[in-house]
């Protein structure tokens, strides 16, 4: 589990979204391929569901709209509704999930440790923020579906908190 330091207001930020990115990721340990698709609630929403949108919006954030890396055949080349970042494919299952999930994590995390704060995003032309805007958004982003998916694993077995 990450621990939370205010040391600098880069390290307030990245332990804050570490830690609510773990979070998010507890929910499925221990859930079955099965389970962690079956939506329990009202809501349309999965534990992998969340899980995989997730991973799609820290790479839309930090790589495609801070960065302005060019992913020809995905957003906003290819547009998509909200939605469509929760579709599950066939072969998503928890791991590959996950590991999806680490992997957009880790580059997140480059770009915010190495990046200036105050540094505008690439894609002004999605959004006006920087990195700071983009890292706050993340934060409630994440914490939001960290919540979903607390409600979605209670239903599921009981198990709840972070």
């Not at 929403?45 to 969340?50: A, V």
Request: net charge negative.
């Amino acid at each position: 589990m990450s621990t939370f330091s205010t040391a600098t207001e880069r390290d307030a930020l990245r332990s804050t979204l570490d830690w609510l990115r773990d979070a998010l990721m507890r929910k499925v340990d221990g859930v079955s391929d099965v389970d962690a698709r079956t939506t329990p609630t009202a809501s349309s929403l999965s534990l992998l569901s969340l899980l995989k949108h997730a991973a799609v919006w820290e790479r839309r954030w930090f790589q495609i709209v801070f960065a302005g890396t060019d992913v020809r055949d995905e957003w906003p080349h290819v547009p998509d509704s909200e939605d469509a970042t929760f579709h599950l494919d066939d072969q998503d299952t928890v791991a590959s999930v996950l590991a999806l999930y680490r992997a957009q994590i880790a580059v997140s995390r480059r770009i915010l440790a190495d990046g200036d704060l105050d540094a505008p995003c690439a894609r002004v032309d999605l959004v006006d923020k920087n990195l700071r805007g983009v890292a706050m958004h993340m934060i409630q982003e994440t914490a939001r579906h960290a919540g979903h998916a607390d409600i979605i694993r209670e239903s599921l077995d009981g198990s709840r908190g972070v």
